[in-house]
């Protein structure tokens, strides 16, 4: 599956977060209000904003994407983009630098990753479909203390909270909760998540070209497993 190149695009806004369905159950006598959450824990809704092409390459580069995806009958891989509150190693009194982002294609990748490892983690026990808990053990890079945005194959999630911890292993809450299980030794990707999308449909992706040059764009992308039921 393709992922969309953030990289190259470079947004310079970012919104990133999943997306609960909540509706009211009604007012009791003493009206108070009773909410429902519809849908286990929302979808994921990901905007890169004030994109800049600059350059033919560039425009060429968005036209080709805004092509394959199709208003959005296409899913493809797209990266939450949260390296700068992931747990990021420590070196020299201070954060380290990630090496640079290799792609196995310049336009249609299917690979993403820095040249060397930066953040490595994995799941320290299996995990049932549904589960709310994850176990999460950090080989390389800080603890976790909340907050971090991570996936697990095309799945995103959020560390809620940490419950507990021995080491680098830590016990969180995570949100949304699990679609699927979740076998131990799982690989969990800090560093470059992504969560399988399409866009959302009915938003204008014409780039609004000045003097044929550059063009300044948005997009936005929902969370789409539709294929997988």
């Not at 292993?169 to 690989?187: L, N």
Request: overall charge neutral; glycine content about 10%.
């Amino acid at each position: 599956m393709f992922i969309f190149p953030s990289h190259r695009f470079n947004p310079k806004l970012v919104t990133a977060m999943p997306v609960p369905q909540v509706v009211s159950g009604g007012a009791n006598l003493n009206d108070d209000e009773t909410t429902i959450q519809t849908d286990g824990g929302g979808r994921w809704s990901v905007t890169h904003g004030n994109i800049d092409l600059r350059g033919p390459s560039m425009l060429r580069l968005w036209e080709s994407w805004v092509a394959y995806l199709a208003g959005g009958a296409r899913v493809i891989l797209v990266p939450l983009l949260s390296l700068p509150t992931a747990p990021r190693p420590i070196a020299g009194g201070g954060i380290a630098r990630p090496s640079r982002l290799v792609a196995d294609d310049d336009h249609f990748p299917t690979s993403v990753a820095y040249a060397a490892p930066y953040i490595n983690a994995e799941t320290a026990a299996p995990a049932g479909m549904r589960a709310t808990t994850l176990s999460v053990n950090v080989t390389q890079g800080a603890r976790l203390e909340g907050g971090e945005k991570f996936s697990v194959g095309r799945r995103g999630h959020i560390v809620e909270r940490v419950v507990s911890r021995t080491g680098q292993v830590a016990e969180c809450v995570i949100s949304p909760p699990t679609r699927e299980a979740i076998p131990s030794g799982a690989a969990i990707n800090f560093e470059w998540p992504v969560v399988q999308c399409r866009a959302v449909m009915g938003q204008n992706l014409a780039p609004d070209v000045s003097f044929g040059r550059s063009a300044g764009v948005s997009i936005s992308f929902v969370e789409d497993f539709s294929d997988a039921g």
